[in-house]
């Protein structure tokens, strides 16, 4: 018997997410924007329960809405830039409640989020205030101070991103500068295409 278009659509979203958090995994280019415990990615989602939740959750989204999570999640947000407007209304895990954008957001764009105020959504998303919009592309982290700064490389079209670890005390920071390229050779590196720059501050 012929699976469903709705089932086929689910179990794409599937592995769409099991692939960002193995390339995510075997990523040298971390940690995260947002420090998270290491051991939750691998237990995230893995146990009946917690996929139940999930499916229950895509469950509310109709399957027009389901392919525009697909296309979005598949190019990265060049496609499939429609709302995917939910009423508020927490999801309820096992080992914690989260809100429906940031388990979309979690499992479909950053393995490492956590909490949901570490999300601001962008200005083009035009989800009503009654409801949350759960296309992980209508979000972006929020830098927090203290965490890895990015640091930009010369323009192209492909951007070196460096995360920088700022020093705690102002002796350490003197010794960086003292040292001159030495905040750099400690930076980790990532390869960003189509990163914008709007929001970061960047370390001088």
């Known amino acids: 018997m012929f699976a469903s278009k709705r089932c086929k659509l689910v179990k794409r979203l599937w592995e769409e997410s099991s692939k960002l958090v193995a390339s995510y995994l075997s990523s040298p280019a971390q940690p995260p924007l947002w420090a998270a ?14 996929r139940k939740a999930v499916e229950c959750l895509l469950k509310r989204l109709r399957d027009s809405q389901l392919e525009t ?5 598949q190019t990265r947000g060049r496609d499939g830039t429609a709302c995917l407007p939910l009423p508020h209304g927490d999801v309820k895990l096992p080992r914690e409640v989260v809100a429906p954008h940031v388990l979309c957001c979690r499992l ?28 992980p592309y209508h979000w972006s982290i929020v830098h927090k101070p203290g965490t890895p700064t990015a640091v930009f490389a010369a323009s192209s ?48």
């Open 37 to 50: 415990a290491a051991g939750d990615y691998d237990a995230f989602c893995s146990s009946p329960e917690e």
């Open 108 to 135: 479909w764009r950053w393995p490492q989020l956590r909490h949901q105020y570490e999300l601001k959504r962008l200005p083009w998303c035009a989800a009503s205030p009654l409801h949350v919009c759960c296309n």
């Open 69 to 73: 999570m697909l296309r979005a999640v």
């Open 157 to 204: 079209a492909t951007r070196r991103v460096y995360l920088y670890f700022p020093g705690n005390t102002g002796a350490g920071r003197e010794s960086e500068r003292r040292r001159g390229e030495g905040k750099r050779a400690h930076c980790s590196e990532m390869i960003v295409p189509a990163f914008s720059e709007r929001g970061l501050r960047t370390v001088r």
